[in-house]
């Protein structure tokens, strides 16, 4: 082709340039959809993001009061010990018949007409049974109580309670509901007296596990889960740090520090559950520690957060410059005295952050959990790790699979709890990140 | 087969030069990267099927003009740009001026070959097929041919045509990336530093290569060598600190520059 | 004395060696710091680590080592009655033993005495101790209980001896080497090392600690129940039965819960995929730095929630309202008002399961995607290509092999995942091809197995490890490669 002019006019050099036809238009059509796609995409995200949450807090915030019917409780000695015997046997006073006293308690309140037993249980159904040990307490922690009429607030029995937040469809069948309309009646009364109320649900936070809504919650649970997160974090930040200086200071290149990173890399993606499986066989069985204790627990959960950590630590390492090491090592100091004085204290900031996320999600963890016994009924505070305890999300599961309505209720707010620590020890890593975050 | 004459090439190109008509007109042009300005109200006009080349030492702003002129500066988020350019007396920063349609007509060779991860075929071929160029596989065969071979590169890549471009070597895969402009049949082409990557024998065939484009296509090329300048352009336009100091045609450029900081330039006083 | 006391002790020694360290070298430089090798601070700590380290070493191996060695003891004095019965027996007799031994330290003399002699019921003495013992007591096992506390005490106060006796020696070993010119530091630094290579093991202690554990139990279950039966049985029923009746041992067969979980981890994926990706697509290549600063972190809120809330989600909000919803639609198409859909579905447990891994293969891929070097676009919109086009036909070819990867990470841990199917997917272990229906998962079956009392000879707990040696195996093959895959991905833009 020595024709410049022929080659200019075949094909590819075409002539009317300015008008020839790239399908702008089709073109243009197709990146606005995939445009959309995009935003959808997104959307559909949000979207259940915001479901979700929104599930969680409109089912839960009420969780948060609770119904209370204070009962001026008359003490009779009569009930509590007829025989005038606690001096010289305490235990009497365990199991005396407390129900009476609030059944008497409710029939004078609400003028009921003693004899008739249907409307007498009605009434004091309207209590939570979880009253007798409420009582049994206020006993047992002041005799001298006895014999005399003392206002009591007792716990709103769960249906009640419900009611009582406008939870309940009024507009269904009585028969079909849980409550009916004498006691409707009767909880109308009690509200003009000031009888009934609604207060802050401090059980939530205090109580443990119950068959009964209204006097379960989370304070148990959450010592369980408070005992587990100070074992990973005692356990977890030191050999992971270790671990993390050792492979990114250290180690040489080698085959061995080669498995030990595909090793890491993988662990961090294991199911959780098989490290419950690794917690039931070498921790219980094995090594015969107790089940559903808070120390295997935390044992299983340091090794689920160990690879987290170990990942966050070398990357917070890597990205102190080497100018800094050679700095330290050109005035003299040992490689060891490098790392722990001047690498190290460069890298805490990220660090931490790290092991807030991985103790964060330790903190939301189930499933091992479970397989090591913790879906335990667990009622009193553990007095050490060693003891039967449970855990936060344990105790949501527990619920979760309790049909009652009020327990949905608990569950939210359990929920709403356990999220709000996650809240905060993110947000705690986020303000470390920005707090500290160099650009060197 | 692709050595065209010196001769007949030089008489075809004269003849055109004598009644000079501009390409690409520059008015007023200023380009702000956030608050910072990059380039302060250039005017330069590009003629047609010439090679124009940009020089001046580095940040003077003459990448920044370049990607003016195709718009590339509007993949990057802070960049704002005034004054006008027009390509065939049509402003290419009119709202109604659409970038792919301009893009399309205004092609771009970048500073490091950056070959697509895929065949050489379909290197080549990614123009065409997006802009619907050919009608069917002969007519893409016959592009994606003569393309590689106006890029001088037909010979090496005819019988490795499904192999992946990034398995070329730099200077193979540069001139992959001149077939790739090529393909769309541009009307300009724009190289930012196009040889500041390769090696001296390999610059030496794209230096070529680009003497021989100047016939089909208007050229405007920034580079940081004033030797380099002086061997593929007609025209030269020196940059320095945003401003354009002179524009004028080579051969005058480099034996008698009519700016003293021009001149400084090409001795080697600074840059 | 008792461990913790021990260690208690030891490292009070620990303390007194570091402060007698510091003092020598400071005494033998004569006040001249320089003088000295390493700064004081190393030549207490080389004594504190001698005092400690050898000590402790000793202290657990002798915890580890003497009830191994005490029970052989007591096996051996068991009449040849006990030990010809084979060691199911010897083994159960030897557990009476050690709880009797345990019980007998709690009785007064008197109360022994009657045992011995005969005219009391040691068992029912015990019992009404809170200790409760598997058998009858024979007279030669009060005999045995009796030199297993002998034994006990003696070796506990030998351990005791030799551990503060390799406290204090290692202590004295340690000063008397302290000298100008003896490298402290150096000393110190290599058993901070050897700390440091003994922590990065964990993590490969940890896994053969999964493998280790699973296989052996796993191999245990396989006695009871053959392995082909376990891994091609189509048929899940394993009957709970009362411990030892091994002839109603149930059938294992993993087929069905397999299916369940890889259905419900196809459906999560063929939700979460395409959002996941679009999404990431639009945060990397269009969203202004407004819309991406606050999309992404909203988007990564959905990573940071717990699973359970996620079954609950399913429980209260998504199950119920699919239902809801194929019942109207069923009712709108023919008239008839019933559910197609139930609560607990394939579909329910893969849509909530899809939303939680959104987040994954969003940062994943924006990841990947943003990896792909500036070059390669400006190369393509140069040529005039719009931006779908660029990332159809450019990016996302040149991301692909990254993006695989993460899929393949993602799709582990939808295989993984436990409290979502334990809470939306349902028990039954049903082979089925209906999304509406509910299916059952490898993870929800090793849950089941393993709530409520554990009993670790019977099939029906062990088969919880041969699901979960399972699991662990297909999650690991999808992990190596995922990370080998990213891992070049990375090596050929870097």
Known sequence: MTDISSSVSSGIAGAPRAYRDIGIKRRYAAERRFRIYGISAILIGLFFLFTLLWTVFSNGYTAFVQTTITLPIEFSEQTIDPDAERTTDPSVLLSANYPVLVRNAMIKILNIDPANRALVKRATDMISPSARIQLRDVVMADPSVIGKTVNVALLAEANVDSANKGQVDLTVDEARRKINNQQLTWMDQLRESGVMTKEFNSGLFTSGASSRPEASGVGVAALGSLYMMLIVVVLSLPIGVAASIYLEEFAPKNRFTDLIEVNINNLAAVPSIVFGLLGLAIFINFAGMPRSAALVGGLVLTLMTLPTIIIATRAALKAVPPSIRAAALGLGASKMQTIFHHVLPLAAPGILTGTIIGVAQALGETAPLILIGMVAFVVDYPGSPMEPSTALPVQIYMWANEAERAFVERTSGAIIILLAFLIVMNLGAILLRRRFERRW | MNMMSEAAVEKALDKKMNDVSFKMIGKDVSVYYGAKR?????????????????????????????????????????????????????????????????????????????????????????????????????????????????????????????????????????????????????????????????????????????????????????????????????????????????????????????????????????? | MNTSLIILFILVLGLIGYVTGRTRSLSISGGKLSALHSRPVYYGSYVAIWAVIPSLIVL?????????????????????????????????????????????????????????????????????????????????MIEAAESFNALSATSRLLMTIVVFAIGVLGAFFAVRRIGLRFRARNQVERVILAGLILASSIAILTTVGIVGSMLSETTRFFQ??????????????????????????????????????????????????????????????????????????????????????YGFFALVTVGPFLRDISTELNGLVTGNYVNFIQAQSVLTAGLVMGIMLIPFVSSLSDDIITQVPRAMRDGSLGLGATRSETIKRVILPAALPGIVGALLLTASRAVGETMIVVLAAGVAARLQLNPFEPMTTVTVKIVNQLTGDLEFTSPQTLVAFALGITLFVITLFLNIYALYIVRKYREQYE
């Open chain 2, 38 to 271: 990059a380039l302060f109200d250039v005017n330069l006009n590009v003629r047609q099927n010439t090679v124009t080349a940009l020089i001046g030492p580095s940040g003077c702003g003459k990448s920044t003009f370049l990607r003016c002129l195709n718009r590339m500066n509007d993949t990057i988020d802070s960049c704002r740009v005034t004054g006008k350019i027009t390509l065939d007396d049509g402003d290419i920063y009119d709202p109604s001026i659409d970038v792919v349609e301009l893009r399309a007509r205004v092609g771009m060779v970048f500073q490091k070959p950056n070959p697509f991860p895929k065949s050489i075929y379909e290197n080549v071929a990614y123009g065409p097929r997006i802009h619907g160029l050919a009608r069917n596989k002969a007519e893409m065969d016959q592009i994606v041919e003569t393309s590689l071979q106006r890029a001088g590169l037909w010979n090496e890549a005819k019988d490795r045509l499904q192999e992946p471009g990034t398995g070329l070597s730099g200077g193979q895969q540069q001139r992959l990336c001149i077939a790739r402009a090529v393909a769309v049949s541009p009307e300009v082409i724009l190289m930012d530093e196009p040889c500041s990557a390769l090696d001296p024998i390999a610059t030496a065939k794209v230096e070529e290569l680009i003497h021989e484009l100047r016939a089909n296509f208007t050229i405007v090329i920034v580079t940081h060598s004033m030797q380099q300048a002086a061997r593929v352009s007609q025209r030269t336009a020196m940059f320095h600190l945003g401003n354009l100091v002179e524009e004028n045609d080579t051969d005058k450029m480099f034996t008698n520059p009519d700016d003293q900081r021009t001149q400084d330039y090409i001795m080697g006083r600074f840059g």
């Open chain 3, 224 to 309: 009871s129940v053959p392995a082909y039966s376990f891994f091609f049985g189509t048929v899940w029923d394993p009957r709970f039965a009362a411990a030892g009746a091994a002839a109603t041992a149930g059938q294992f067969g993993l087929i069905p819960l397999l299916a369940g979980t890889l259905y419900i981890a196809l459906v999560a994926m063929l939700f979460a995929v395409p959002v996941g990706l679009f999404a990431a697509i639009y945060m990397a290549e269009y969203a202004s730095p407004v819309v991406r600063g606050t999309a992404k972190p909203l988007l990564e809120i959905l990573a940071g929630i717990p699973t359970i809330v």
């Open chain 3, 60 to 140: 657990f191996v002798w915890l580890i080592a003497a009830p191994i060695y005490i029970d052989s003891l007591i096996r051996s004095s068991f009449p040849d009655s006990v030990l010809s019965q084979g060691s199911a027996t010897t083994e159960l007799t030897l557990g009476t033993t050690r709880s009797m031994a345990g019980g007998i330290l709690l009785l007064s003399a008197e109360e022994l005495e009657a045992a011995k002699s005969g005219t009391g019921n040691l068992r029912e003495i015990l019992a009404s101790k809170g200790v409760p013992l598997a058998s009858e007591a024979q007279p030669f």
